[in-house]
């Protein structure tokens, strides 16, 4: 149950000042959940006592705040996408006022207002709570449209390249070693988003012992970056390709020793080729303030139990952040967007 004061019923055992300072709501502003017919502050979005979904009140539209609680990794939510920036310039008190109610450093909404790109501002559980969102931000002059998680996955998970045969014509592309390639034009491509795929990862051991709390005895951290780029046929999947996981044997007598420096010379190929694919190269220059709002995953595992001594036993752990579905959400984003102003026969390669 949350412990936010908004949260607190109307009949409360608070006393003096402390008293003073709960919300307090009339009967007639209580909001009943139609699920188990209990009253509700208007405040809330979801019950109190059965987690539904509140009827949306008019009367309790000022009232209402969203929760944007941080999403499991499995859970499907929705997004606040900026329309464009603002036709003024936005006062001081509008973008801290919308900061508030995002829970957002001003800075962070300030940089997104004006990158004039369509980025997210707000996640959220509910369709119900992205749209109090999207009315609230219209108050103070920000456009926002709420795309859903499906939405952003219908083109399916990426096809991962592996090798490629290049000509001048296009390209086939291969999934694994022996399979069945997928034949292109280069004109068929229509969109390459490039970003960069970081791995941070977290080794550490505790002592685990019955008479004391654990503590950390040691800690490591290792951190992996590649180049990662993915292009786009029509409405189909996407191929996804990492520079540490791509045969570069297509650049033939151009193929050099060190992945990085390959995969430079592989985007160069495809810029020179498929000329007219809309490129989106600005991932990298937003990824950090893009952590706000579509936070790194992250993944924890045990490496398990050790016994050091006679009597002392110690536990390793392994916790992991990765920006791969960052990165996805975004380079599916610039995908949907660029279908909607794209026009042209439905070529199946």
Known sequence: MSKDNENIPVDSFAVGPAAEAIPRFTPDQMVTCESCLRSNPPTRLQCLYCGGSLPFNNAAFDLQKPD??????????????????????LSDEAVA????????????????????QALPVARTATRDEASLVQRRLSAVGIDT????????AEAGAPFRVRAAELSNVGLKLF???????????????????????????????EENSRRKESRVLEASEFFTDETIFDFYVSDRRPFRIMSKSFDFSCLGPTKGLVAEENMVRLLDVFRRNAGEATWDDSYNLIRKTLESIW????????????RDRPGKLTKGNITEFSNEAQFHKYSSLC???RLRTYSQPNEQP
């Open 68 to 89: 944007l609680r941080p999403l499991e990794n499995w859970e499907q939510g929705y997004n606040n996408i900026l329309k464009s920036s603002p036709a003024t310039k």
């Open 97 to 116: 006022t919308a900061a508030h109610l995002l829970k957002l450093d001003k800075e962070v909404l300030n940089r997104l207002i004006l990158s004039k």
């Open 145 to 152: 449209e709420i795309i859903a998680d499906v939405n952003l």
């Open 175 to 205: 999934e694994r070693q022996g399979g069945q390639p997928f034949e292109l034009s280069w004109r068929q491509i229509l969109l390459l988003v490039v970003g960069r795929f970081t791995v941070q990862r977290v080794e550490s051991r």
């Open 295 to 306: 936070s790194l995953e992250r993944t924890e595992q045990s490496a398990g139990w050790r």
């Open 335 to 337: 995908h949907l967007l």
